[in-house]
């Protein structure tokens, strides 16, 4: 599945490249039943900050767990990279966005003037891997999940924003 | 060169960064993690045919909180005794706040056919009973038939044919139709035919028990029952449906009966794991066969029959109670008849010696206490006429029953019982899986 390019808007916040799109919902079909059934479902996330020619400048990597309470009716979403980073009793909209607020790239090493675009790419993970897997995932993992084409049974969501210069975006 | 050296120098700050805090778990991820779970059930109802190690896993996982690493390894692993295509859980709330139901969906793989032998018992009194099974699932239609030798069971030693059609899965899982078909061919144990032969006679056994006989002697007997089961709160379920037995008597020549009935079952079937590491599996039921003209019948009655069994177990030591209770009123025929000294209940006992053809009310009562594969064992109880004293009887004994190698997926028992009895004590050897 993909969101027609246009629908992310990138914001400069203390130093930070971070992201937000109104119009993207991952939590639905397939990975929302399996949310409503209790099963906790990782998602993996890429930021990219590119150039012109399509040279990624930055990068941020991360895999969010979201899991759905199934006696409070609220989700949860835990990034993995620092378990300790959650957030709780949201709904699914609240929980897609606390993931956009929850990747970012540093505004440090993008030059000032020169013309940028980010990109956002979502993929679940595939049903068949262990949940237990997701806990034990690094960095090289998910550079290497996103640097091959994603599978027919995965969902996939992949925004582009318009171009932009660092100095020009808002907070 | 900078351009080239900006994403190299951002992937090697990437790299640099944990990603997985120490002492992570699946289950933390997870937010249902914190509740307990209450229960473990096949969404389906049914009665998979999972390893005892299998179904220790579940047992453990039963009053522990939820784990989603566990669960998955379960799902994995009854996928595999399965061969089901895929098999998947979900979470429900349970009865009590901060418990879940976990429930498991089986899919299994299209055309899959699964042969096993749900049954094979060798009593040395009353010989062999097997059953041979070979079931075909298409979606959510299961195929089952089964070749049937049973002399254990019921006053008469059947040879036959069962096929079955279940419709799995309606209404998310909370309806199952059925459908089964069976066909036997009868013989029966030459103490039956002269009690029958007996009881046929005015002056004989008395007009009571000729009276409550429903049919005499049948060569054959074919029954047709459709079924519907509904899940009324998990684990409880009530299975409704109809039977329509035909009876074709000895000799041939003799025109067939019919014992068409509506048949009820309610059961309710849940384990519990506690705090201390004690478990405990409940499995109870009430039946009732209600044979009637109404239906075309040519015999009336009503069957009740109520069993309960009862298990605890902590650590390598278990304690399991049993107790059956029916009673019948009209005229039955014989298979619906009561009997029991066989390799199930009241073991040790021969039933065509405590009572030919059965009885019309039942009370059976068996306390067994194992250790490891050790089985020591009690049973009590007596089938009698309505109107008559019951006498009731005894036996013990002693066995193993454990899952062994190829024959894990059902409880194998090996056991000496004793009849309790003034006089001559004469052991009878039982073997067999799937007690």
Known sequence: MTVSSQGLVAHHVSGEIRVTAPNLHF??????????DGAAVPFDFQLMITDSRNNVIARALERFTVSYDVWEEKFSVVRVRDFRKSGMRLSATSAESWCLENIFVPATSLQAGQQLWARLE??????????????GINLATLIEIFSRPSRPQQDRWSLESAPFELASLNP | MKLVLVPLLAVCTLLGQSVTPAGDSASDLNVNSRYTIESINFIDQRDYKLSTSALEDIRRLIGAKVNTEALDLLAQRIRAELHAHEVTFKLTRGAAPEEVRVLIHVDQAAGAVDASVPKLIYNSQLGFTGIGQVTTTLGSNALTFQMVRDSDTLIETLSGIQAKYDRLSLAGGRIRLGFEFDAYEDKYDSSTLAALDSASRPSSLGAGLAAGLGAGAYGSRLNYEPSATFVLAAPLTLTVGLSFEQLDHLPSAARPESANAVINTLRYHQRWTGSGGNKEELDAGYSLRAATTFLGSNLAYTRHLAHARYIYSRDAQSVEVAVFAGAIYGQAPLFERFAIGDSAMLLGWNKYKLDPIGGNRLAYGSVTYGYHMMRVFYDTGSVWEQGKP??????????????LGVLEKGAFLLALAFPLRDGRVTPVLIAGMNF
């Open chain 1, 27 to 36: 939590l639905t079909g397939k990975s929302l039943s399996r949310l409503h």
């Open chain 1, 122 to 135: 979502i993929r679940t993970v595939e049903s068949r891997e262990p949940v237990a897997a997701s806990s």
């Open chain 2, 390 to 403: 019951p006498e009731p009887k005894q036996s013990a004994g002693v066995g193993v029953s454990s899952g």
